[in-house]
């Protein structure tokens, strides 16, 4: 059979607006065994790795599948929770808490869910749920705020899959990026300062960026351009002058060169510099995961102070911070233009906010 069984149609089912927070995924288990079918899938995804299937078959299948499962399970034991693994336990509040956030200001039917591009919920099976639950429109929202093919275009690619099995389509809209979107820089720039605001100030801010290889970078993908657009406005924000800030990439994989100044790097310099305090802030992951608890938060914590730094912190990402509910909600807005009606006043909203932003600002400077 070519196309999907459609689900049951029932006359005056009432049809809904849907919107579907896609992340990366993660392993089942902190263990070898989960984390080979999740690593195949991810590895054998040709936007992820693009050298020639038969070489990188050879490669992944014969090296990689043999000796990283076991590596990355350490890795991922240790930051594992007694709810499972941090990316889908974050992932998983903020779709409900963002159903709660619309859900006052938007009187139209919403459904929010949450799918995995690798692993589980699966896109495919989030979005067959979702039209059996009577959703004809629905917005795909990436967890990345900056547009990279290996992430935000293969997240899409998993729904044009769906689509393309599908008899009756619902209508589909992407949000490519939201890297410059004034709720998201805000949302950092609340979550950083709440975290000054008890721990004190660093004497350098590092941003760490994901990396992607250098090769994408000249093959046309923005995604270098979009973190760069991003620390600018986040340093701006932050009042941050040039030497109070470092913006540089993580997470390399495989010899290619990769997007640089690489964070490892970085920081061992500070440390080798005399820099007392670095506060690392990871503003490309929207959700704790892997590579900012472990890589950033352990192994990045390591190498600064075994090179001469005396104090590191790491900020956690934006999670559940309710200012970035509120700016995953506005951004979905944002999106959303004629599907639904909205039953907020935003202008009032923006007004009362900087009221009490004012406010604060005003009582900080007493
Ligand atoms: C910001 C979004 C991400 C981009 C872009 C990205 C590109 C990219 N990643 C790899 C290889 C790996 N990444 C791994 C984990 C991982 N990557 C992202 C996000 C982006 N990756 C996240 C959120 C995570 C964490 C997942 C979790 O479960 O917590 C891993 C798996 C872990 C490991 O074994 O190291 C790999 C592998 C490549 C090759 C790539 C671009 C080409
Ligand atoms: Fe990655
Ligand atoms: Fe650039």
């Not at 195949?40 to 490669?59: G, H, N, Q």
């Not at 903020?94 to 591009?117: D, F, I, N, T």
Request: aromatic residues 10%; glycine residues 8%; charged residues 25%.
């Amino acid at each position: 059979m070519k196309y999907l069984k459609e689900p049951d149609y029932s006359h005056g089912q009432q049809s809904k607006t849907g919107i579907l927070l896609v992340n990366l995924g993660t392993p089942e288990a902190p263990t070898a065994k989960a984390l080979r079918p999740y690593l195949k899938e991810f590895l054998s995804d040709p936007r992820v790795v693009e050298i020639p299937r038969a070489v990188w078959w050879l490669i992944l299948n014969g090296i990689i599948l043999n000796t990283r499962p076991k590596k990355s399970a350490a890795k991922y034991a240790a930051i594992w929770t007694t709810d499972g693994s941090p990316l889908r336990v974050h992932t998983e509040k903020q779709a409900k808490l963002l159903k709660g956030w619309l859900g006052e200001k938007v009187a139209s039917p919403l459904m929010v869910e949450y799918a995995m591009r690798y692993g589980k919920p699966s896109v495919s099976a989030t979005l067959a749920r979702m039209k059996a639950a009577g959703c004809d429109r629905i917005l795909i929202l990436p967890s990345y705020p900056q547009y990279a093919a290996s992430s935000t275009a293969t997240a899409f690619d998993a729904a044009y899959a769906w689509l393309l099995k599908t008899r009756n389509q619902p209508a589909l809209r992407t949000l490519k990026h939201y890297h410059d979107h004034p709720a998201y820089i805000h949302a950092l720039t609340a979550n950083i300062r709440d975290y000054w605001q008890m721990h004190g100030r660093p004497d350098v801010l590092l941003m760490s960026f994901h990396g992607v290889p250098r090769y994408t970078l000249d093959k046309g993908d923005p995604y270098h351009c979009e973190c760069q657009k991003t620390g600018r406005l986040l340093s701006e924000a932050l009042g941050l002058e040039p030497g109070q800030f470092r913006l540089t990439f993580q997470s390399r994989f495989g010899r290619a060169e990769w997007l640089q100044p690489y964070t490892d790097k970085t920081l061992e310099a500070l440390g080798r510099e005399g820099v007392g305090r670095v506060d690392v802030v990871a503003p490309g992951f929207t959700a704790d995961c892997l590579e900012t608890l472990e890589e950033l938060a352990m192994e990045g914590r390591a190498g600064f102070l075994a090179t001469g730094g005396k104090e590191f912190h790491y900020i956690p990402a934006l999670n559940e911070h309710p200012q970035w509910i509120a700016a995953l909600g506005q951004i979905a807005l944002d999106n959303l233009g004629g599907w639904v009606s909205e039953t907020w006043d935003r202008d009032a909203d923006e007004q009362a906010r900087q009221t009490s932003k004012n406010l604060a600002l005003n009582l900080a400077r007493r």
